[in-house]
């Protein structure tokens, strides 16, 4: 590839300031979409365009990554650039919105259990910030919405990093597209991602679908886990992640 690759970004490295516009030209692209730009330009000198449904796509996908870095916009607690960009505030609230995460109230006033996912997402929109557990679980609630038929969305990982997964209803994995809001870099393919290319190596978490568009616990799990078991559900651990 022209470009490098890591887990699920183009040109990936941890030095990810807030986006800003490009100012030279008269549309003012974002960096986001700059960088997506780059990344279907390499995938179009290799002969592997990228053209109409996958697209459209991804580029959905990778306006999900942008919302999602605007709603954390504190920045990622454990990358230094975004520590001392903001004072140390991104640090400060990632671990307040773990610790409120834990005082939400696993059950709704009806009585019906309220998510730990959705607590989760809760948590971390509050406080403005997070490490990757956090990006992708927002980001996989934001894009549960966009879902079109016989899609599923995952949150999925690999090697102590989380990121979210879009899966059609197929093995074919040049079809699977990567949310890491949490990495610099645009929404890609799977197949192009050094963590996420081979989806017998990825664990999942939990997904979403369009019936539902809440999230459905996933009952394979290994070391990528969220199942600890608390009253009788599931909670997910983002621990160091």
Known sequence: MAGQWSSSGYATDTAALPEH?????????????????????????????????????LRSANQTVRETRRTLRHGRGNVTVDIEH???????RTEAGRLSRRAIP???????????????VA???????????????????????K????????????????????RAQTSDRAQDIVMDPWAK???IFAEDGAFSREAHKVDVDHHYDRATERPVPTPTHSCMSYGNSVSGG???????R
């Open 21 to 57: 516009q490009v100012h030279a030209t008269p549309a003012a692209l974002s960096d986001g979409e700059c960088q997506l730009g780059g990344y279907l330009l390499d995938r179009r000198i290799l002969g592997r365009p990228v053209e109409g449904r996958a697209f459209e796509q």
């Open 86 to 92: 903001s004072n140390g505030e991104s640090s400060l």
């Open 106 to 120: 696993q059950k709704l006033p009806s009585g019906e259990p309220l998510d730990p996912a959705v607590r989760a």
């Open 123 to 145: 948590a971390a929109t509050t406080a403005q910030a997070g490490k990757c557990g956090e990006h992708a679980h927002v980001g996989a609630f934001l894009h549960a919405a």
């Open 147 to 166: 879902l079109g038929e016989g899609e599923h969305l995952y949150v999925a990982g690999k090697a102590d990093h989380s990121w979210a997964e879009l």
């Open 185 to 187: 870099g645009p929404a």
């Open 234 to 240: 599931w909670t997910p651990s983002l621990a160091g």
